[in-house]
């Protein structure tokens, strides 16, 4: 059984960093992809990052490029969102995901089959 778990998320104000964790459990990763996504309130699920486990390739979105590098601990099989100079726009639910779906980087939304159950982050101004 996978299970993703995030942790990191808060109150922070503009311009400051946060790292969210995502703790992956349950099969060997070394052939999926993780990703990161979020919500905002009112909005669709979007992505923002994803990483291949295995070489550690990276993919962003527009919004985070370069804002929000991703990283993997392969010996701790943990996935990391730094967050840097964030603003209120970045308030969310922000989620790890994670797929055996790589033959299209970075993979869909849709190819995701597991979740984790999402942590908040705020952006105060």
């Known amino acids: 059984q996978v299970q993703l778990v995030e942790s990191g998320g808060g109150l922070v104000q503009a311009g400051g960093s946060l790292r969210l964790s995502c703790a992956a459990s349950g099969r060997t990763f070394s052939s999926y992809a993780m990703g990161w996504f979020r919500q905002a309130p009112g909005k669709e699920r979007e992505f923002v990052a994803a990483?291949?486990?295995?070489?550690?390739?990276?993919y962003y979105a527009e919004s985070g490029k370069g804002r929000f590098p991703i990283s993997r601990d392969y010996a701790k099989n943990k996935v990391y969102l730094q967050m840097n100079s964030l603003t209120p726009e970045d308030t969310a639910v922000f989620y790890c995901?994670?797929?055996?779906?790589?033959?299209?980087?970075?993979?869909?939304?849709?190819?995701?089959?597991?979740w984790g159950q999402g942590t908040q982050v705020t952006v105060s101004s």
């Open positions: 995901a994670a797929t055996s779906a790589v033959a299209v980087l970075p993979p869909r939304e849709y190819a995701y089959p597991y």
């Open positions: 990483i291949k486990w295995s070489g550690g390739s990276t």
